[in-house]
């Protein structure tokens, strides 16, 4: 991609995250075609994030062309299903990296909990596709410059993604196939510390190799939610006191992890606000900087000059974006 082709689809992008639609108006406006990379087990926020996905799909005001996982642990993909199903869209396709690492476990053991006691259609990583395969094949089917990728997990599909060669899908290399079918990348990811200095972000530390690769590499325009924001927006104490929803994966995991963790006062919602600003456009919740990144070599990132990543700070306050997520995780699968 040129610099001017990228100078023009960037100012596509910041127009298009100024607006937000709600009700009728987001009715009448193309869905956002999204592709979910989770690394869902080593938190519970990715629940959170995957209930705001289906709320937004079943509005309308997205479409959602996958679910993919970057973490290998055993619990990942039949978590993902389990949501799906749950959500009445078992058919998701789901995708899963084929590297035994990261392989990022489940401490507060809700995630067994879910496959134990919900349905779902896929019951095994080793059943779900290829992450880059999955990439290759959904991005090469859908228009240019239309899908939007959200991370809130670890770059090492993207990073794979980015790596690949042609195949049955498409004749195009990995960075050109991005170029020509992605729109945007939002990510959860990277930590801005104040007064300079290193921060220290785990969707980045983890995979340490991919992260370096996706922040140089990557060739479209890229909205980090930094660990900052998540960390002041507290959710799933109003969702779990919640009487009325029952039977609900989403809830569970909250009621699992509160509990174990001893937590009263809510979990840091870092995933969810990537999913929000994916759907809707970083107004009017947020207002943004333009910064640049360098990953270092044991994981922690330090500013350098430059712009190359527009990055979320607050304009509405951490209590009013938390109570539109909390009801949006609320949201119950839409009745076919």
């Given at each position: 991609m040129t610099k001017s082709s990228f100078s023009i689809i960037l100012i596509?992008?910041?127009?298009?995250?100024?607006?937000?639609?709600?009700?009728?108006?987001?009715?009448?406006?193309?869905?956002?075609?999204?592709i979910f990379d989770t690394d869902i087990a080593p938190d519970y926020d990715d629940v959170g994030a995957m209930a705001l996905l289906h709320a937004f799909a079943d509005r309308g005001e997205i479409e959602i062309l996958a679910t993919i996982s970057s973490n290998a642990f055993h619990t990942t993909v039949p978590t993902i299903s389990v949501l799906n199903t749950y959500f009445g869209k078992p058919e998701l396709p789901i995708g899963v990296t084929k590297r035994q690492t990261p392989n990022m476990s489940c401490s507060q053991k809700w995630a067994e909990a879910l496959i134990e006691k919900y349905p779902h259609t896929i019951k095994s990583n080793e059943e779900a596709e290829d992450a880059t395969k999955l990439y290759r094949k959904i991005l090469s089917r859908n228009p240019d410059q239309s899908v939007t990728i959200v991370t809130v997990g670890f770059f090492t599909n993207l990073a794979d993604l980015l790596e690949s060669q042609p195949d049955e899908f498409s004749e195009l290399n990995g960075r050109d196939l991005i170029g020509k079918k992605v729109k945007l990348l939002v990510s959860m990811a990277a930590g801005i510390p104040e007064g300079g200095g290193k921060g220290h972000e785990y969707n980045v530390r983890i995979d340490t190799r991919a992260s370096q690769k996706v922040f140089i590499e990557w060739n479209t325009p890229i909205i980090l939610s930094p660990?900052?924001?998540?960390?002041?927006?507290?959710?799933?104490i109003p969702l779990t006191n919640n009487l009325l929803i029952q039977k609900s994966p989403v809830k569970d995991a909250y009621e699992i992890a509160l509990a174990a963790d001893k937590n009263t006062v809510g979990r840091m919602s870092w995933d969810q606000t990537a999913v929000l600003v994916a759907a809707r456009g970083y107004e009017p919740y947020f207002n943004t900087q333009k910064l640049n990144f360098k990953i270092e070599n044991d994981g922690s990132n330090v500013l350098i000059p430059g712009e190359r990543f527009i990055c979320l700070t607050f304009k509405q306050s951490p209590k009013e974006i938390q109570d539109g997520i909390e009801e949006l995780m609320k949201h119950s699968p839409k009745i076919k």
């Open positions: 596509a992008v910041l127009a298009a995250c100024t607006s937000h639609k709600e009700g009728a108006d987001a009715a009448e406006t193309t869905p956002v075609k999204i660990f900052e924001i998540g960390a002041k927006i507290f959710t799933g």
